[in-house]
């Protein structure tokens, strides 16, 4: 398994031989497509990031804007979903079995929160950019691309939900074969 490496902003400004500033610029601009973690207020760059950065340096040097930038990134690479690590805990306890699951389904819904607030920044620079282009063809194609990933998005919430209920109730009921209960007239039976 490869090992994960994190560097400062410090770090990559060197190894990018460009200023912190700069860095820090583009980890604000591009964060969507750059591995970040945050730790006491400083930001640590994975790097598996490092080739983003470079590719991100070499496209402003070559005299192109933001927009053409993300629009590049985004053509050949994935985007990142910032996650904090309070929204992936998950309590488990041996005998809190429900508690689980309720986390489960609390971070779950986080999670789709925090994906579709992402999707609504991206719909709404891709809007923008498009108004500035007056590119109506191109906006409905886009919005149909917008509305296939979330159908998705949505498709897969919920095979995951219905997954977590089917766990559940397999547990339920391994739990009660396990543990019979007596019915109420058997209660003064004693055991043999």
Do not use: C
Not at 121 to 138: C, G, P, R, T, Y
Not at 158 to 181: C, D, F, G, L, W
Request: no cysteine.
């Amino acid at each position: 398994m490869k090992e994960e490496k994190w560097f400062s902003v410090q770090q990559v400004a060197d190894e990018l031989d460009v200023p912190g500033s700069t860095v820090r610029r583009y980890l604000t601009q591009f964060s969507d497509f750059l591995e970040i973690k945050k730790s006491k207020n400083k930001n640590f760059i994975n790097s598996d990031s490092l080739e983003v950065l470079k590719e991100i340096r070499d496209l402003f040097a070559d005299k192109k804007n933001i927009e053409q930038v993300r629009e590049r990134l985004a053509s050949h690479r994935a985007s990142f979903i910032d996650v904090e690590e309070e929204d992936v805990e998950v309590k488990s306890s041996a005998h809190e079995q429900p508690t689980t699951y309720v986390d489960l389904e609390e971070t779950e819904n986080r999670i789709a929160e925090k994906v579709y607030e992402k999707i609504e920044v991206l719909i709404k620079a891709q809007f923008e950019s498009m108004q500035n282009h007056n590119n109506i063809d191109e906006l409905k194609s886009y919005l149909k691309q917008r509305d296939e990933e979330m159908t998705k998005m949505m498709n897969y919430m919920k095979a995951h939900e219905k997954s977590h209920e089917q766990q559940m109730i397999e547990e339920v009921a391994a739990a009660r074969e396990s543990n019979p209960t007596k019915r109420w007239w058997q209660i003064w039976k004693s055991p043999r």
